[in-house]
């Protein structure tokens, strides 16, 4: 039995150290209306605008968006339904927005009707990094997720960057395009 408690008081910092470089995702919230496949419809013409707000890990606001922009087209198997510009291909009543940082007050609703993107909460070099994104129709959230990535992230080029935009864009537009699924082309998707 000493051996067994031994190797557990040897195990669990292991495994609390693990958990610090965690990145995970809470499952989406979807309102009332919110029908499956919203998201085909969004990118009917061709993309979905992306906007991104809060903390830019040093980057000009600008190419940090390009870079969330490029690592959401990289991750997710539907890579060319992210956009920057909105244009013709765009339905303007439909976006996504990712706010690095938000203050824990604000919700997805709140990143759907604002006209003005909210300043992000400042965070110190290891500290958590909370991703919150909201797939808006109008001015409404259709669906919204949260990321978090534990032990911060030290830049851009981090892998856990790339994960936790990944596991975000994949939540709050989840994969359920079942004619990808099942190996048939949609036309007009």
Known sequence: MKKFWTWTALAAPIALGACGNMVTVTDPVHPLHYVQD????????????VEVAGATFGLPPDQFATRVVDTMRATYYRHDWFTLAASRATDPRYR??????PDPAVSGNNLCTAPQPFQPVATAPGETVVLLAAFCGGTG?????TGRAYGGIAGVDDPKFRELIA???QSVIPKNDWQHDQGISGIGL
Do not use: C, H, P, Y
């Open 141 to 145: 959230a259709i669906s919204e997720t």
């Open 96 to 101: 996504i927005v990712m706010m690095f940082n």
């Open 38 to 49: 919203d998201e085909l419809f969004a990118a009917r013409n061709g993309g979905i605008r």
């Open 167 to 169: 596991k975000v864009t």
